[in-house]
């Protein structure tokens, strides 16, 4: 798998690189406050602290046009692609490491079912404001690859999406097919075979090699 820059042409049907806003406090709480573990990746929907410095109204404003947001984060260490979901609602990644997503689009799921060959892996570099579009596939971020060597630094990365995307699944009565692959509030899910989330009951609808990114290019 060939890694390609998230500034490339190829990433234009996935999102776009938002610029202006200066993340400097925002990078910089993540990382004095918050923890990174060397084997695991955590996710925190919403941060109080994050949440209070003023670039979250920015966001709120701006990015979101006025709707109301939840600033949070995912930090670790990963290489593997897993699962791969979306929301209602764009995404806004923002590392504090360079970081590598592995997206595809959601245009290629049928009922439930992608092939992982369909994914592409886009390289981030730290500091940059990403948006990953709605229509876009996209799960736990990847560490960055170097000269062909996975970085062992890992990543710590601020989340911005819809208030109360990625809490608890809402009880709802099964209507459209999509709504057996509900995993949590906002959050359609999709996982591969060998991922502890099929284990844990998520519809498994990947199929080929679950991506590992120490193999990419």
């Not at 406050?33 to 404003?61: Q, R």
């Not at 699962?83 to 049928?110: T, Y």
């Not at 608890?168 to 509900?182: S, Y």
């Not at 075979?193 to 991506?211: C, Q, R, T």
Request: hydrophobic share 35%; glycine share 8%.
């Amino acid at each position: 798998m060939r890694i390609k820059s998230v500034f490339s042409h190829s990433f234009e049907k996935y999102g776009k690189v938002l610029t202006g806003y200066d993340v400097t406090d925002l990078l910089k709480k993540l990382d004095d406050t918050t923890k990174k573990p060397d084997n695991a990746v955590i996710y925190e929907p919403g941060d109080a602290g994050l949440e209070s410095l003023p670039i979250a109204k920015e966001f709120s404003d701006n990015a979101y046009g006025g709707m109301p947001i939840q600033v949070g984060y995912c930090n670790g260490n990963n290489t593997k692609l897993n699962c791969l979901e979306w929301h209602r609602g764009s995404e806004l990644n923002i590392p504090s490491n360079d970081m590598v997503l592995l997206l595809a689009p959601l245009q290629s799921v049928k009922n439930g079912k992608l092939n992982t060959s369909a994914v592409e892996a886009f390289y981030v570099p730290k500091g940059t404001v990403v948006e990953v579009y709605e229509t876009t596939l996209h799960y736990a971020p990847c560490n960055a690859v170097k000269n062909g060597e996975v970085s062992k630094e890992g990543f710590r990365v601020i989340i911005v999406l819809p208030k109360d995307t990625n809490t608890e699944k809402p009880a709802i009565k099964e209507i459209d097919f999509e709504d057996k692959l509900l995993w949590a509030r906002n959050k359609w899910l999709i996982a591969h075979p060998d991922s502890s989330e099929a284990k844990a009951g998520a519809f498994v609808g990947l199929s080929g090699i679950n991506i590992d990114i120490s193999k990419a290019k």
